[in-house]
């Protein structure tokens, strides 16, 4: 499956990108891991609001390592502090700010996320050694210490994301990256999601992750620089989160029931009932009885109003003109014309069955799906 990431794509930074609502549900796009230079990241959180607002975004969360500070000597360590600033500047802005830290060590469990949080200082470091400008942990560090930030997490609330499961310094003798650490934590109704694309690079150990352990998918910049460089090709990744309001609140339930999809380059990541919905939501389809100099034909008109192009793989019970295998690219905003032909037998109702190349509902599956014509006009 080779795809052009160029092909009837519309970029962020030139004009926000379009996907629509799906059936029940209000569509957002987040961004639910970045840092500034209250962490490690180079800049300041105004600016991460000013990037959100031009690429369209409706809700960001700010997730500075809580054990590692870049700028000791200018900026004081207070890890709510990037928060407050970057809330106050989305206010009447129509983009939400959720509050959030990244606990990181580098033994397992690795780093996580932690967002819808009270208090981002608050969460208990005690494995480490130094934090300004340095990550030293300490020689023996406990599991209690390694835990206690999680069990804090928890106290407040927050929903819990495994960051870029097998980044460089993975210890490979675990050979597993789902280690009994992440276990305890599943037990402990503490982690609920897992970044499956990092910096628009899909990881498809989290996508088998997320199958087996049943956990929400994430797709997060982890920015630290100014993004616009990094996706001048292509668009700005983005989660796409299916609440039921527009609010912080109806955010994280929507996170909690794991109705997400994650958008990068020309591909989404989704489980088989969002995928669906979303792709009914954007193409919508018309069939047409019609005579060609007595030839008996339907044509089928598929109408795409978003912004994600679509590699689609038709099939009929009747022959498809023109298209091998039934290859089908539908652009962003574009309306394609398909004929089936040899259209003897007219039944009440025909099926043309709709394979999405570009949209993985499983790492081994393209998601399948149908269009049902029945009154033919
Ligand atoms: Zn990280
Ligand atoms: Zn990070």
């Known amino acids: ?33 970045m840092h500034t230079v209250f962490s490690d990241g180079h800049v300041w959180p105004t600016f991460r609001v000013n990037e959100a607002l031009r690429d369209g975004m409706d809700v960001i969360a700010i997730t500075e390592h809580m054990d590692y500070e870049g700028f000791p000597e200018e900026i004081e360590r207070d890890y709510n502090k990037s928060y407050e600033i970057a809330a106050e500047a989305a206010k009447d802005k129509g983009l939400m700010v959720i509050k959030g830290v990244e606990i990181s060590p580098r033994v397992p469990p690795y780093h996580h996320n932690a967002i819808f949080l009270e208090d981002a200082n608050s969460l208990p470091m005690e494995y480490m050694k130094n934090t300004h400008k340095k990550f030293i942990m300490k020689d023996s560090i406990t599991r209690e210490q390694l835990m206690e930030p999680f069990l804090e997490a928890q106290r407040q609330g927050a929903f819990v994301s495994y960051n870029h499961p097998s980044y460089n310094w993975w210890d490979k003798k675990d050979t597993v990256l789902f280690t009994d650490f992440h276990q305890e934590l599943l037990d402990k109704g503490i982690l609920g999601g897992v970044e499956v694309v990092n910096s628009g690079r899909y990881n498809i150990i989290a996508h088998r992750m997320a199958m087996k352990y049943n956990l929400t998918m994430l797709c997060n910049t982890d920015e630290h620089y100014d993004m616009y460089p990094r996706y001048v090709d292509t668009h700005r990744p983005m989660t796409l989160v299916f609440v039921e309001e527009k609010t912080p609140e109806g955010v994280e339930e929507a996170m909690r029931a794991k109705r997400t999809a994650l958008y990068f380059g020309d591909y989404v990541v989704a489980r088989q009932p969002e995928a669906e919905a979303l792709f009914k939501a954007a193409v919508g389809v018309d069939a047409e009885k019609k005579d060609r100099k007595g030839e008996p034909i339907i044509v089928v008109t598929l109408k795409n109003t978003s912004d994600i192009p679509f590699h689609l793989q038709l099939k009929s019970r009747y ?26 037998d007219t039944p009440d109702e025909t099926k043309l069955e709709v394979k999405v190349e570009n949209i993985l509902v499983t790492p081994d599956e393209a998601m399948l799906t149908q269009f049902t014509f029945s009154d033919f006009e």
């Open 1 to 33: 499956m080779v795809l052009l990431s160029t092909l009837g794509n519309v970029f962020a930074q030139r004009s926000k990108i379009i996907i629509p609502d799906i059936a029940g549900y209000q569509t957002l796009k987040g961004d639910f891991h």
């Open 319 to 344: 022959n498809i003109e023109l298209l091998p295998l039934g290859q089908l690219i539908l652009g962003a905003q574009e309306e394609k014309e398909v004929v089936l032909k040899e259209v003897w």
